[in-house]
């Protein structure tokens, strides 16, 4: 079979290797889609948290489960999904029902090879059904659980003015659901494409460019003098990050989605004043699946929205370094094995 490997920061090489071996407690699935996202990119530019090289990308996933090993309510040929994140199953967060946060995780395209490539083996714990979902939907299941982990996380209230740092494929989906939650939702990115992308297909009412030197008069504008009640950062930028803590409102809560190599440093008698509330959203588990996958067969969320981008397996290479570009516009590619 074929594979695509990220051998160093910046290139690809195509391997050909042998098919995997059906193994005791995993299965096999023939891959149909991949989804490419943000943090894809930023393991191709070399700034990607826990990453080492060479590495096989890919963990938006659709496909047809060609063999499995124990998954009694599986059938041979039907399309599937996986949740990415291989957990222990005995830790203290899987004994929690956090298994999203494992403290052994293994993460496909992470910390082991994913999944662009002709068969991927995985857990059969880790199957999910595709239900009526097209190849295309499917492979756009586990950004959206990350991003309906992220809102649930943030405890949105219908009213609250919601501040969303980042307008990339995390950061639009969560633009998109926590409107869907009833807030009112600012969208905030240095790219005004991206921006205007955020206001005509999700119908935003707010937008403000991050290099904007009025931009908290802005937000207290909108926000009638109060600012924010809740801020996430879908940027995984340090500086972003940083700057994001100033603009939540006394009593807010900051969600961190967005991921970075570096330190957080914020004021502490500024943060401690407002009471805030900071706190991270890590993957997802099984629930957000299944909610995700429920929205979408019932059409509350249109995942073809975010594909920009559409190349065949063997074009990932001479396309792949254009896509972090500013002026590609960038939100999502598909890439189809066939």
């Known amino acids: 079979m074929r594979k ?34 943000g943090t894809d990119l930023h393991a191709f530019e070399g700034t990607q948290p826990y990453f080492e090289y060479p590495r096989v990308l890919g963990h938006e996933l659709a496909g047809e489960l060609d063999a499995f090993d124990s998954a009694p309510s599986f059938k041979k040929g039907e399309a599937v999904t996986f949740i990415p994140y291989f957990h222990c199953g005995g830790c203290i967060a899987c004994r929690s029902d956090k298994p999203n946060c ?17 068969y991927l083996s995985v857990p059969s714990y ?10 295309d939907a499917l492979a756009l299941v586990e ?7 992220g809102v649930r996380r943030a405890g949105i209230k ?3 003015f919601t501040l969303v740092v980042g307008a990339g494929p995390i950061g639009l989906g969560i633009m998109e659901l926590g409107r869907i939650a009833g807030a009112t939702v600012i969208a905030m990115d240095i790219n005004e494409a991206r921006l ?22 802005q937000l207290l504008h909108i926000t009638n003098g109060d600012m924010p009640t809740v801020v996430i950062d879908a940027t995984g930028n340090l500086k972003a990050i940083n700057n994001s803590f100033q603009y939540l409102a006394h009593g807010g809560r900051y969600v961190l989605v967005g991921l970075q190599r570096g330190e957080v440093c914020f004021s502490h008698p500024e943060f401690h004043k407002r009471e ?15 909610k995700v996958i429920s929205s979408m067969e019932r059409g509350l969320i249109e995942p073809e929205t975010y594909i920009t981008h559409r190349v065949k397996f063997d074009q990932v290479q001479q396309d792949f370094a254009s896509w972090p570009q500013p002026e590609t516009v960038f939100i999502k590619a598909m890439i189809e094995m066939d």
């Open 4 to 37: 695509s490997v990220c051998t160093t920061p910046g290139k690809f090489e195509y391997v050909h290797t042998e098919k995997p071996d059906l193994t005791e407690g995993n299965a096999i699935i023939r891959i149909k889609r991949i989804g490419v996202c």
């Open 102 to 118: 494992c403290t052994s995780l293994q993460v496909c395209w992470v910390h082991i090879d994913g999944g662009m490539a002709e």
């Open 126 to 135: 880790a199957l999910v059904h595709g239900g009526s979902l097209s190849y």
């Open 143 to 149: 950004p959206l659980a990350i991003v309906a982990h």
């Open 158 to 160: 219908p009213g609250e």
């Open 196 to 217: 205007a992308f955020a206001k005509e297909k999700l119908r935003l009412p707010y937008t403000i460019k991050i290099t904007d030197p009025h931009v908290t008069e």
């Open 276 to 290: 805030a509330t900071l706190m991270s959203s890590r993957n997802a588990n099984r629930e957000i699946f299944a």
